[in-house]
């Protein structure tokens, strides 16, 4: 792309339509605005090259927190929208103090929440000329300090004075060099302002409804999905809205979770009271005269978040173990008496309401939440989030992109937003820019090394508190489908890692992994600990033998059972014979021992399997048994691969394919393990595509 106009730092902002350059296609100040507010020959020389992209379309003199700014709404041109995605006009502000301070960007802010600004103008950033010299260093200081704040684009009233100026790109390129250098995404706290917020719109709905009807909640899921962000939404909508008092507590906070069950709850009922309240009587007593009192006239909603640290698996504070069941029996019974009293229950782990007793007492919230697991963003999300930010840093994600960054981090919002940092971070010059599915693909192993502790932060708590669960974990990430598949069969070993969307099944029922990364660095976890050559974990050398036996064993009783499925099913043979020839012959093959064994191997599977039913292209059985034909696919592959010199294009792709997947796109390694990984996962994969069509027709 050709660069044009000065350049300013790194950045340059790209071509854009030659009718553009030409000062004739200038803005006008409308005639209604010179009614409104007085303009001087200062404030015409101002906002003049503003003129070249702008129309200036209302005026005011703005007081708000003892500071006086002359506030202005401009309608930017077509160009300037597609440029930085702002949709719709933009608040412009001139302060004639001498030095910008907090109050002045407060008071700008509160403008923009207020009549004729909200609705109408773009509620994410605004544009502040200053004569303080240090305005730009200023902003950049607040903004580090206030991520979460409006992006404020600084104006010099000197530059603006200047011949600089009189280029028809000063303002897009003052705009650019602001906007695009700001890592919109680099943000990993709590979401507490709405113009921030994506996605949950459901959640949020069914979560209000709840709290006006005095229900419970439980908000569970990995961590950094957004789960704080969510009850921040919730509490926010109540309170404007007038529905219910909320009162939220992060319970990791040391001054809260250090706190005995009574004290907790005096805590809480000060809150609700807005003032201190004398504890005159016993806490229980108190706190249902309180719920009485307020809940006369509105709901009551309390929030606990981090639920896990003042329950009995509270990593810190032994206390509760005990206080625990007390603190819960107040709220409970208070609820069971005053029906304007609801909670809701968040964290990472749901242990607290699954357990029916702690301790040998009953739990008094099993079963008075409904648990919900809060999954990944949906495409759609992920793309209003991706643009939204991405166009104001001069990154335009295209739809293909946007769909590999939602199947690649499974819709996690977190990770999401660390790989589009990642991208910003590494293209300092030219904006705008397209960013497309290659050039994420292109940085991806540089950009997941830098992402990997935070994966360890996503699942710790699967490996800490089921382990169970995070074995079944490894068992898939390794490859060894055929022991997940075994195993999974028990719904109380998978039902967490399901839950949370960190496994599913693919349209062929075949499990997969849903946050790809996650099994990247699950894998990597396992080979550092057990030194494996490749991504698939191989069966020690002792065992290898008995294992491929029992395998092969299942295989063959198990398309014995699929021939009779499929027969009363479709009123026809699986195989265009009746039988598999071949098929007790697999019983006789063994472990491979030698690389020169896998020739041997993958021709009588091919024999026993392909053979039977592949005849000039297609499978006999039509398409029927898309999971079968996928693992014989694999061996038709592998077959050719050693009875050939030379594959056809389409043969040695898959062939790399198969290669990497298995060997995690490793290169030292040695064409006995290639082989031994090879042979482990054919068997695996055939065992378990029997499993899925037995099941389908089951």
């Not at 002359?70 to 412009?92: D, H, N």
């Not at 997940?484 to 949370?500: C, D």
């Not at 990364?517 to 991504?535: F, H, N, Q």
């Amino acid at each position: 792309m050709l660069l044009i106009g000065e350049r300013l730092g790194l950045v340059q902002i790209a071509k854009i339509p030659a009718f553009y350059q030409a000062r004739g296609a200038m803005g006008r100040i409308h005639e209604s605005v010179r009614g409104q507010i007085q303009l001087t020959t200062e404030d015409l020389a101002l906002l003049n090259p503003f003129l070249v992209g702008f129309d200036v379309s209302w005026g005011r003199i703005y007081e708000k927190y003892n500071a006086k700014l002359k506030s202005f709404i401009i309608k930017p041109e077509q160009y300037f929208k597609e440029t930085f995605g702002v949709e719709s006009e933009v608040a412009l502000f001139i302060s004639e103090y001498q030095t910008i301070q907090d109050r002045t960007i407060q008071a700008a802010s509160y403008f923009l929440q207020e009549q004729p600004a909200l609705g109408r103008v773009d509620q994410s950033l605004f544009f502040m000329i200053t004569p303080d010299p240090a305005g730009h260093r200023w902003i950049s200081d607040y903004q580090s300090r206030n991520p979460q704040s409006r992006t404020c684009v600084v104006f010099l009233a000197s530059d603006l004075n200047s011949p600089l100026s009189k280029d028809g790109w000063f303002i897009r390129n003052n705009v650019a060099k602001q906007l695009f250098t700001r890592d919109l995404f680099d943000y990993q706290l709590p979401i507490d302002a709405d113009r921030y917020f994506f996605g949950r719109e459901q959640i949020v709905q069914d979560y209000i409804d709840a709290i006006r009807k005095s229900q419970n909640r439980g908000l569970f899921g990995l961590r950094k999905t957004g789960k704080t962000s969510t009850l921040l939404k919730i509490k926010r909508i109540c309170e404007d809205g007038g529905i219910a008092i909320v009162r939220y507590y992060d319970c990791k906070i040391p001054s809260i979770r250090s706190q005995k069950w009574d004290e907790l709850l005096w805590r809480i009922i000060c809150d609700i009271e807005g003032k201190p309240i004398k504890r005159d009587r016993h806490i229980s007593d108190l706190f249902l005269n309180t719920i009485k009192n307020k809940g006369r006239k509105t709901q009551i909603c309390l929030i606990f978040d981090e639920i896990e640290f003042i329950s009995p698996i509270s990593p810190f504070d032994e206390h509760w173990k005990k206080d625990f069941v007390d603190f819960w029996q107040t709220l409970w019974s208070t609820q069971s008496q005053q029906r304007s009293l609801s909670f809701v229950i968040s964290g990472v782990n749901p242990y607290v309401a699954e357990q029916d007793k702690f301790s040998g007492g009953q739990n008094p919230i099993f079963g008075i939440v409904k648990p919900f697991y809060m999954k990944g963003f949906e495409q759609s999300d992920v793309r209003k989030m991706v643009r939204f930010f991405g166009k104001r840093m001069g990154l335009d994600f295209d739809e293909e992109s946007i769909n590999y960054l939602h199947t690649r981090y499974g819709g996690h919002p977190l990770l999401i937003r660390m790989a589009c940092s990642y991208t910003h971070s590494q293209r300092d010059i030219k904006r705008p820019i397209k960013v497309g599915k290659s050039l994420l693909i292109a940085e991806e192993e540089n950009r997941e090394a830098e992402m990997l502790p935070y994966c360890r932060h996503v699942v710790s708590e699967i490996r800490d508190f089921y382990p169970d669960e995070y074995e079944l974990l490894e068992l898939l990430a390794t490859r060894q489908v055929g022991d997940y598949w075994e195993l999974s069969s028990e719904t109380e070993w998978v039902r967490h890692i399901k839950s949370y969307g960190i496994v599913s099944n693919d349209l062929k029922d075949k499990p997969k992994f849903e946050i790809p990364v996650l099994e990247k660095y699950i894998s990597s976890e396992s080979r550092k600990r057990t030194k494996e050559p490749g991504a698939l974990r191989l069966i020690s050398a002792s065992e290898r033998s008995a294992w491929a036996r029992r395998r092969l064993e299942r295989i063959l009783s198990s398309h014995r059972s699929l021939e009779t499925l499929y027969l009363n099913h479709y009123n026809k043979n699986i195989w265009p014979n009746g039988i598999l020839p071949e098929a007790d012959k697999i019983i006789t093959l063994e472990a491979l021992d030698h690389e020169n064994d896998f020739s041997n191997y993958i021709m009588q599977m091919y024999k026993t399997f392909v053979e039977p039913v592949y005849k000039r292209g297609i499978y006999s059985f039509e398409k029927r048994l898309m999971s079968l034909q996928e693992v014989l696919d694999i061996i038709r592959v592998l077959r050719h691969s050693v009875g050939h010199a030379n594959l056809t294009p389409d043969v040695q792709k898959r062939y790399d394919e198969i290669k990497n997947h298995v060997t995690g796109r490793r290169v030292q390694i040695s064409m006995r393990d290639l082989y031994c990984m090879f042979q482990q996962y054919s068997i695996d994969q055939l065992f378990v595509a029997f499993q899925i069509e037995i099941q389908k027709l089951g």
